[in-house]
Protein backbone atom coordinates (compact mmCIF):
# COMPACT_ATOMS: atom_id res chain seq x y z
CA UNK A 1 0.00 0.00 0.00
CA UNK A 2 1.44 3.42 -0.93
CA UNK A 3 2.78 5.67 1.91
CA UNK A 4 0.25 8.67 2.48
CA UNK A 5 1.79 11.77 1.98
CA UNK A 6 3.78 13.62 4.81
CA UNK A 7 1.16 16.51 5.86
CA UNK A 8 3.05 19.42 6.73
CA UNK A 9 2.29 20.99 10.42
CA UNK A 10 0.37 24.35 9.18
CA UNK A 11 0.20 23.45 5.94
CA UNK A 12 -3.01 24.44 3.85
CA UNK A 13 -4.60 21.22 2.28
CA UNK A 14 -4.39 21.30 -1.84
CA UNK A 15 -7.24 19.73 -3.74
CA UNK A 16 -6.00 16.89 -5.10
CA UNK A 17 -6.54 18.04 -9.15
CA UNK A 18 -3.04 16.73 -9.73
CA UNK A 19 -3.19 13.33 -9.38
CA UNK A 20 -0.92 13.92 -6.08
CA UNK A 21 2.17 15.65 -7.79
CA UNK A 22 1.85 18.79 -6.19
CA UNK A 23 2.03 17.28 -3.13
CA UNK A 24 4.95 15.31 -3.73
CA UNK A 25 6.64 18.02 -5.08
CA UNK A 26 5.80 20.16 -1.47
CA UNK A 27 7.09 17.10 0.16
CA UNK A 28 10.69 16.93 -1.71
CA UNK A 29 11.26 20.74 -1.50
CA UNK A 30 10.68 19.93 2.90
CA UNK A 31 13.06 17.14 2.56
CA UNK A 32 15.50 18.83 0.77
CA UNK A 33 15.52 22.24 2.59
CA UNK A 34 14.01 23.91 0.25
CA UNK A 35 11.01 25.21 2.49
CA UNK A 36 11.44 29.00 0.85
CA UNK A 37 11.18 27.75 -2.83
CA UNK A 38 8.02 25.73 -1.76
CA UNK A 39 6.54 29.41 -0.34
CA UNK A 40 6.90 31.08 -3.62
CA UNK A 41 5.98 27.80 -5.70
CA UNK A 42 2.55 28.75 -6.32
CA UNK A 43 3.62 32.07 -7.80
CA UNK A 44 5.79 30.18 -10.27
CA UNK A 45 3.02 27.49 -11.00
CA UNK A 46 0.40 30.60 -12.10
CA UNK A 47 3.19 32.11 -14.01
CA UNK A 48 4.01 28.64 -15.61
CA UNK A 49 0.29 28.28 -16.21
CA UNK A 50 -0.28 31.91 -17.89
CA UNK A 51 2.93 31.67 -19.84
CA UNK A 52 3.87 28.13 -20.86
CA UNK A 53 7.28 28.46 -20.82
CA UNK A 54 9.76 25.88 -22.00
CA UNK A 55 10.72 23.67 -19.20
CA UNK A 56 14.25 24.53 -18.76
CA UNK A 57 13.03 28.09 -18.51
CA UNK A 58 11.18 27.70 -15.55
CA UNK A 59 13.50 25.35 -13.96
CA UNK A 60 16.07 28.33 -14.34
CA UNK A 61 13.48 30.62 -13.08
CA UNK A 62 12.54 28.81 -10.02
CA UNK A 63 15.45 28.07 -8.91
CA UNK A 64 17.38 31.67 -9.70
CA UNK A 65 14.87 32.91 -7.96
CA UNK A 66 15.42 31.24 -5.00
CA UNK A 67 19.11 31.55 -5.73
CA UNK A 68 18.76 35.61 -5.60
CA UNK A 69 16.74 36.05 -2.05
CA UNK A 70 19.78 33.43 -0.77
CA UNK A 71 22.43 35.68 -1.92
CA UNK A 72 20.07 38.94 -1.04
CA UNK A 73 19.88 37.50 2.60
CA UNK A 74 23.65 36.94 2.65
CA UNK A 75 24.30 40.39 1.39
CA UNK A 76 21.89 41.66 4.17
CA UNK A 77 24.28 40.09 6.45
CA UNK A 78 27.11 41.51 5.75
CA UNK A 79 25.97 44.74 5.73
CA UNK A 80 24.90 44.21 9.10
CA UNK A 81 28.05 42.87 10.06
CA UNK A 82 29.94 45.41 8.54
CA UNK A 83 29.16 48.08 11.05
CA UNK A 84 27.98 50.52 8.27
CA UNK A 85 25.13 52.53 9.87
CA UNK A 86 24.16 54.56 6.85
CA UNK A 87 23.54 52.79 3.41
CA UNK A 88 24.69 55.65 0.94
CA UNK A 89 24.92 55.71 -2.40
CA UNK A 90 27.25 56.83 -5.72
CA UNK A 91 24.13 56.74 -7.35
CA UNK A 92 22.66 59.06 -4.85
CA UNK A 93 26.63 61.39 -5.20
CA UNK A 94 25.43 65.00 -6.39
CA UNK A 95 28.69 65.14 -9.19
CA UNK A 96 28.01 68.14 -10.91
CA UNK A 97 28.37 69.97 -7.03
CA UNK A 98 31.73 68.81 -6.70
CA UNK A 99 33.03 69.79 -9.69
CA UNK A 100 36.99 68.50 -9.08
CA UNK A 101 35.91 65.32 -8.19
CA UNK A 102 37.22 62.62 -10.53
CA UNK A 103 34.03 61.16 -10.87
CA UNK A 104 35.57 58.76 -13.30
CA UNK A 105 38.10 57.36 -10.82
CA UNK A 106 36.09 57.50 -8.32
CA UNK A 107 33.66 54.88 -10.41
CA UNK A 108 36.51 52.84 -11.34
CA UNK A 109 37.34 52.56 -7.64
CA UNK A 110 34.05 51.45 -7.66
CA UNK A 111 34.37 48.18 -9.15
CA UNK A 112 36.59 47.17 -6.26
CA UNK A 113 39.88 45.79 -7.98
CA UNK A 114 41.82 47.54 -5.71
CA UNK A 115 39.98 45.97 -2.83
CA UNK A 116 41.33 42.69 -4.68
CA UNK A 117 44.66 43.86 -5.62
CA UNK A 118 45.12 44.53 -1.63
CA UNK A 119 45.52 48.61 -2.83
CA UNK A 120 45.28 51.19 0.19
CA UNK A 121 42.61 54.16 0.01
CA UNK A 122 43.45 57.58 1.44
CA UNK A 123 40.72 60.28 1.34
CA UNK A 124 41.51 63.67 2.52
CA UNK A 125 39.79 66.37 1.85
CA UNK A 126 37.89 69.51 4.22
CA UNK A 127 34.43 68.49 6.57
CA UNK A 128 31.34 67.83 4.38
CA UNK A 129 33.42 67.41 0.81
CA UNK A 130 31.71 63.68 0.87
CA UNK A 131 34.89 61.64 1.76
CA UNK A 132 32.84 59.37 4.19
CA UNK A 133 29.53 59.31 1.37
CA UNK A 134 31.37 57.98 -1.11
CA UNK A 135 34.22 55.67 0.99
CA UNK A 136 30.36 53.90 2.77
CA UNK A 137 29.08 53.70 -0.73
CA UNK A 138 32.28 51.73 -1.62
CA UNK A 139 32.15 49.59 1.67
CA UNK A 140 28.30 49.13 0.32
CA UNK A 141 29.18 47.61 -2.79
CA UNK A 142 31.69 45.75 -1.16
CA UNK A 143 29.14 43.66 0.95
CA UNK A 144 26.71 43.83 -2.34
CA UNK A 145 30.11 41.70 -3.41
CA UNK A 146 30.16 39.61 -0.37
CA UNK A 147 33.71 40.89 0.77
CA UNK A 148 33.91 41.04 4.59
CA UNK A 149 33.79 44.51 5.26
CA UNK A 150 34.27 46.10 8.92
CA UNK A 151 33.74 50.25 8.62
CA UNK A 152 34.24 51.92 11.75
CA UNK A 153 34.70 55.34 12.57
CA UNK A 154 38.63 55.98 13.75
CA UNK A 155 37.56 57.07 16.91
CA UNK A 156 35.26 54.06 17.56
CA UNK A 157 38.13 51.97 16.61
CA UNK A 158 40.33 53.26 19.07
CA UNK A 159 37.93 53.65 22.02
CA UNK A 160 37.34 49.51 21.11
CA UNK A 161 41.42 48.91 21.59
CA UNK A 162 41.41 50.99 24.73
CA UNK A 163 38.27 48.59 26.24
CA UNK A 164 40.61 45.59 25.00
CA UNK A 165 43.44 46.74 26.98
CA UNK A 166 40.74 47.66 30.13
CA UNK A 167 39.49 44.45 29.65
CA UNK A 168 42.56 41.86 28.57
CA UNK A 169 40.78 41.35 25.27
CA UNK A 170 43.13 43.50 23.51
CA UNK A 171 44.47 40.81 21.57
CA UNK A 172 41.69 39.44 20.55
CA UNK A 173 39.95 42.34 19.21
CA UNK A 174 43.07 43.74 17.24
CA UNK A 175 43.08 40.54 15.98
CA UNK A 176 39.45 40.71 14.70
CA UNK A 177 40.13 44.54 13.07
CA UNK A 178 43.53 43.04 11.67
CA UNK A 179 41.16 39.71 10.24
CA UNK A 180 39.03 42.06 8.13
CA UNK A 181 38.91 41.56 4.23
CA UNK A 182 38.60 45.08 3.64
CA UNK A 183 38.66 47.43 6.65
CA UNK A 184 37.42 50.98 6.35
CA UNK A 185 38.49 53.37 9.02
CA UNK A 186 36.60 56.49 8.49
CA UNK A 187 36.94 59.94 10.08
CA UNK A 188 40.63 60.32 10.99
CA UNK A 189 41.14 63.30 13.09
CA UNK A 190 37.22 64.21 13.63
CA UNK A 191 36.59 62.82 17.75
CA UNK A 192 38.48 63.75 21.04
CA UNK A 193 40.71 60.24 21.34
CA UNK A 194 41.34 58.67 24.86
CA UNK A 195 44.72 60.04 26.48
CA UNK A 196 46.57 58.85 29.48
CA UNK A 197 49.78 58.35 30.26
CA UNK A 198 50.06 55.06 31.86
CA UNK A 199 48.70 53.78 28.35
CA UNK A 200 49.66 53.26 24.54
CA UNK A 201 48.59 55.87 22.23
CA UNK A 202 46.22 56.27 19.60
CA UNK A 203 49.24 55.97 17.10
CA UNK A 204 50.70 52.78 18.39
CA UNK A 205 46.92 50.79 18.81
CA UNK A 206 46.46 52.50 14.64
CA UNK A 207 50.46 51.67 13.82
CA UNK A 208 49.84 48.05 15.32
CA UNK A 209 47.12 47.75 13.45
CA UNK A 210 47.65 48.72 9.91
CA UNK A 211 51.65 47.09 10.00
CA UNK A 212 49.44 43.60 10.61
CA UNK A 213 47.58 44.54 7.34
CA UNK A 214 50.27 46.19 5.39
CA UNK A 215 50.56 44.72 1.77
CA UNK A 216 48.37 41.68 3.21
CA UNK A 217 44.94 43.28 3.62
CA UNK A 218 43.35 46.24 2.38
CA UNK A 219 42.15 49.11 4.46
CA UNK A 220 41.05 52.39 3.30
CA UNK A 221 40.98 55.93 5.26
CA UNK A 222 39.39 58.94 4.94
CA UNK A 223 40.56 62.19 7.29
CA UNK A 224 39.41 65.94 7.04
CA UNK A 225 42.96 67.02 8.83
CA UNK A 226 46.07 67.56 7.10
CA UNK A 227 48.37 64.42 7.18
CA UNK A 228 50.86 66.17 9.03
CA UNK A 229 48.79 67.18 11.99
CA UNK A 230 47.85 63.11 12.09
CA UNK A 231 50.79 63.22 14.55
CA UNK A 232 49.35 65.46 17.15
CA UNK A 233 45.91 63.94 16.54
CA UNK A 234 46.90 60.16 17.62
CA UNK A 235 49.89 61.27 19.88
CA UNK A 236 52.94 59.92 18.58
CA UNK A 237 54.76 61.93 15.11
CA UNK A 238 57.16 59.27 14.95
CA UNK A 239 54.24 56.45 14.71
CA UNK A 240 52.00 58.45 13.06
CA UNK A 241 55.37 59.10 10.22
CA UNK A 242 55.12 55.48 9.93
CA UNK A 243 51.81 55.04 8.99
CA UNK A 244 51.77 57.77 6.46
CA UNK A 245 55.18 56.03 5.54
CA UNK A 246 52.91 52.76 4.93
CA UNK A 247 49.70 54.60 3.33
CA UNK A 248 51.66 56.35 0.92
CA UNK A 249 53.50 53.27 -0.50
CA UNK A 250 50.30 51.04 -0.98
CA UNK A 251 47.64 53.61 -1.37
CA UNK A 252 45.55 55.89 -3.77
CA UNK A 253 45.51 59.15 -2.80
CA UNK A 254 42.03 61.02 -3.58
CA UNK A 255 41.71 65.01 -2.02
CA UNK A 256 38.64 66.64 -2.59
CA UNK A 257 39.30 70.16 -2.76
CA UNK A 258 35.94 71.69 -2.79
CA UNK A 259 32.83 72.94 -0.98
CA UNK A 260 31.04 71.29 1.79
CA UNK A 261 27.64 69.88 0.98
CA UNK A 262 26.70 70.32 4.62
CA UNK A 263 27.14 74.19 3.94
CA UNK A 264 24.98 73.90 0.79
CA UNK A 265 22.39 71.94 2.25
CA UNK A 266 21.70 74.27 5.18
CA UNK A 267 22.22 77.45 3.00
CA UNK A 268 19.05 75.76 0.39
CA UNK A 269 17.03 75.29 3.79
CA UNK A 270 17.63 78.95 4.82
CA UNK A 271 16.60 80.04 1.51
CA UNK A 272 13.36 77.52 1.91
CA UNK A 273 12.43 79.21 5.22
CA UNK A 274 13.04 82.63 3.51
CA UNK A 275 16.04 83.23 6.13
CA UNK A 276 18.32 85.60 4.55
CA UNK A 277 22.14 84.39 5.54
CA UNK A 278 24.15 87.83 6.52
CA UNK A 279 27.50 86.48 6.51
CA UNK A 280 26.86 85.77 2.76
N1 LIG B 1 28.28 65.53 -3.72
C1 LIG B 1 27.37 65.10 -2.85
N2 LIG B 1 26.16 64.67 -3.31
C2 LIG B 1 25.20 64.28 -2.45
N3 LIG B 1 25.35 64.26 -1.11
C3 LIG B 1 26.52 64.65 -0.61
C4 LIG B 1 27.60 65.07 -1.44
N4 LIG B 1 28.64 65.38 -0.68
C5 LIG B 1 28.26 65.15 0.58
N5 LIG B 1 26.98 64.73 0.63
C6 LIG B 1 26.18 64.48 1.83
O1 LIG B 1 26.53 65.52 2.74
C7 LIG B 1 26.71 65.01 4.05
C8 LIG B 1 28.15 65.20 4.49
O2 LIG B 1 29.01 64.42 3.65
P1 LIG B 1 30.16 63.48 4.25
O3 LIG B 1 29.72 62.94 5.57
O4 LIG B 1 30.53 62.52 3.21
O5 LIG B 1 31.29 64.56 4.46
P2 LIG B 1 32.77 64.34 4.93
O6 LIG B 1 33.64 64.82 3.83
O7 LIG B 1 32.96 62.96 5.38
O8 LIG B 1 32.85 65.37 6.14
P3 LIG B 1 33.64 65.22 7.54
O9 LIG B 1 35.08 65.50 7.23
O10 LIG B 1 33.03 66.28 8.40
O11 LIG B 1 33.43 63.85 8.06
C9 LIG B 1 26.30 63.55 4.00
O12 LIG B 1 24.93 63.46 4.32
C10 LIG B 1 26.52 63.19 2.52
O13 LIG B 1 25.64 62.15 2.11
MG1 LIG C 1 33.36 62.06 7.22
Redesign the pocket.
Known amino acids: MPKPPRVRRGAKPKLRTDGGVLERLRDHLERLGLTELDQHLDAHLAWAHEHKPDPLVLLERVFGDGAQRVRQRRVERRIDTSGLKLR ?1 TLE ?4 A ?2 KNLNRALIENLATLVFVDNHEDLLIT ?10 LQALALRACEREIRVRYTRCVDLIDDLYAGLADRTYDVRLRKWARAEWLVID ?1 VG ?1 GQLRRRDDEPTAAHMLFNLLDTRHEQAPTAL ?1 S ?1 IKLSEWGKYLGDATLAAAILDRLAQTSIRID ?1 DGPS ?2 DF ?1 AKRRAKDHGIVDDAA
Open positions: KAFDWFQGKSGTGKSHIDLTNIYRL
